[in-house]
């Protein structure tokens, strides 16, 4: 411990030179490297959807969708289609069917897809290979440049250093957290504070977030809890994940801000014509893109639980008294986040799985319908 303890104390405040100066660090490379490792079959994913014109394709099966559908309804205005009668038709005019419009708009809908998402596959692969290639260039280089001026960019934030006292308690809580889970050797991630009654925490790619909310609300063995979560969403690079996966969506993300800017507009004409316009865009982002997140982040925020819990019961209770006092932990911060976030698994569940071995194994007893074991530790 003394030895996480000593660079942690390169964090302490000093007059003479900025509190990060000399801490060590991962290179940009070693940070990538982790992030890649996750969210893999996603990354693609958010690339196809962003770079590669599917979101016009989106475009036109609504198109299709309204032109099958309506061409239905004209035959079946026109006594062209019969109707299918009993519970699925409707006695309007020459036998409208419910069915049929429904199947001529998936057909529509299908049709106009692939015809345009087919045929730039078909008719241009390598200009799509391109528009691939560039997508996934840009979004590691702008995770890179983002990596190595992150911390610029949180003091703009108005995050800021530990004071005195802050530091005094968090980095043996934070150095004893480092050394439970086994980070032995090795840089350690900068720890700021922000100046908020709200009580989250959050890592980014080179630091973790504590807000002076949570601070004051936790005890030593909650925090220490919650620091050792984060110092492991940190360690295995999930944080960088998520900003690749950003990256590799960056088409999206300013045009799904503005979606949902306009959607929570006062104005029922503007709220309707950014639905609109950027239907497509809430459809992809929340269709496919937070699925494919959710599978991920969901699997990744349990094995994150479960590292904390088995660094002994201090840290699984610990733990367990953080979330009950703070539901949502790690917070959005912005409309993207959100939208991703919803992901997170509830925290009903997290608590399910933090229980002792012992409450465990007294509700597995009740669910036999047997007697719950008795407490055997008094026992000759």
């Given at each position: 411990?003394?030895?996480?303890?000593?660079?942690?104390?390169?964090?302490?405040?000093?007059?003479?030179?900025?509190?990060?100066?000399?801490?060590?660090?991962?290179?940009?490379?070693e940070?990538?490297?982790?992030?890649?490792?996750?969210?893999?079959?996603?990354?693609?994913?958010?690339?196809?959807?962003?770079?590669?014109?599917?979101?016009?394709?989106?475009y036109?099966?609504?198109?299709?969708?309204?032109?099958g559908?309506?061409?239905?309804?004209?035959?079946?205005?026109?006594?062209?289609?019969?109707?299918?009668?009993?519970?699925?038709?409707?006695?309007?005019?020459?036998?409208?069917?419910?069915i049929?419009?429904?199947?001529?708009?998936?057909?529509?809908?299908?049709?106009?897809?692939?015809?345009?998402?087919?045929?730039?596959?078909?008719?241009?692969?390598?200009?799509?290979?391109?528009e691939?290639?560039?997508?996934?260039?840009?979004?590691?280089?702008?995770?890179?440049?983002?990596?190595?001026?992150?911390?610029?960019?949180?003091?703009?934030?108005?995050?800021?250093?530990?004071?005195?006292e802050?530091?005094?308690?968090?980095?043996p809580?934070?150095?004893?957290?480092?050394?439970?889970?086994?980070?032995?050797?090795?840089?350690?991630?900068?720890?700021?504070?922000v100046?908020?009654?709200?009580?989250?925490?959050?890592?980014e790619?080179?630091?973790?977030?504590?807000?002076?909310?949570?601070?004051?609300?936790l005890?030593?063995?909650?925090?220490?809890?919650v620091?050792?979560?984060e110092?492991?969403?940190?360690?295995?690079?999930?944080?960088?994940?998520?900003?690749?996966?950003?990256?590799?969506?960056?088409p999206?993300?300013?045009?799904?801000?503005?979606?949902l800017w306009?959607?929570?507009?006062?104005?029922?004409?503007?709220?309707?014509?950014?639905?609109?316009?950027f239907?497509?865009?809430?459809l992809?982002?929340?269709?496919?893109?937070?699925?494919?997140?959710?599978?991920?982040?969901r699997?990744?925020?349990?094995?994150?639980?479960?590292?904390?819990?088995?660094?002994?019961p201090?840290?699984?209770?610990?733990?367990?008294?953080?979330?009950?006092?703070?539901?949502?932990?790690?917070?959005?911060?912005?409309?993207?986040?959100?939208t991703?976030?919803?992901?997170?698994?509830?925290?009903?569940?997290?608590?399910?799985?933090?229980?002792?071995?012992?409450?465990?194994?007294?509700?597995?007893?009740?669910?036999?319908?047997?007697?719950?074991?008795?407490?055997?530790a008094?026992?000759?």
């Amino acid at each position: 411990m003394m030895t996480r303890l000593a660079q942690l104390r390169r964090q302490a405040p000093k007059d003479t030179m900025s509190q990060h100066d000399t801490v060590p660090e991962r290179t940009v490379w070693e940070a990538l490297s982790l992030g890649l490792r996750h969210y893999k079959f996603g990354l693609l994913v958010a690339l196809v959807a962003a770079w590669s014109g599917a979101i016009v394709a989106v475009y036109a099966a609504g198109i299709g969708a309204v032109l099958g559908g309506g061409a239905v309804l004209g035959a079946a205005a026109q006594g062209l289609v019969p109707s299918a009668g009993g519970p699925y038709g409707v006695g309007i005019g020459n036998g409208i069917t419910i069915i049929g419009v429904v199947v001529g708009a998936l057909v529509g809908a299908v049709t106009a897809f692939t015809a345009v998402f087919g045929g730039s596959i078909v008719l241009a692969p390598q200009a799509l290979l391109a528009e691939l290639l560039a997508g996934a260039l840009i979004a590691v280089t702008l995770t890179a440049i983002l990596y190595r001026g992150e911390r610029l960019l949180l003091t703009s934030r108005g995050y800021r250093r530990m004071a005195w006292e802050e530091w005094e308690r968090i980095a043996p809580l934070a150095a004893s957290a480092a050394q439970a889970l086994g980070l032995w050797a090795g840089p350690l991630p900068h720890i700021f504070v922000v100046d908020t009654l709200d009580a989250h925490a959050w890592t980014e790619m080179r630091a973790i977030v504590i807000t002076r909310g949570l601070l004051d609300l936790l005890d030593d063995d909650e925090l220490r809890a919650v620091m050792a979560h984060e110092l492991y969403h940190w360690s295995v690079g999930h944080s960088v994940g998520q900003r690749l996966l950003w990256a590799c969506a960056l088409p999206l993300v300013p045009l799904q801000a503005l979606a949902l800017w306009l959607g929570r507009s006062r104005e029922g004409v503007v709220a309707l014509i950014g639905w609109c316009l950027f239907w497509p865009v809430n459809l992809t982002v929340r269709a496919v893109v937070a699925p494919l997140f959710a599978r991920y982040s969901r699997s990744y925020e349990f094995q994150t639980d479960a590292k904390v819990a088995a660094c002994g019961p201090a840290y699984r209770d610990g733990l367990r008294g953080a979330l009950t006092k703070v539901a949502i932990l790690e917070a959005p911060r912005t409309g993207w986040e959100a939208t991703l976030t919803r992901a997170h698994p509830p925290t009903a569940l997290r608590l399910e799985r933090l229980i002792s071995p012992e409450e465990e194994a007294r509700r597995a007893a009740r669910v036999r319908g047997g007697s719950p074991p008795h407490d055997t530790a008094g026992a000759p």
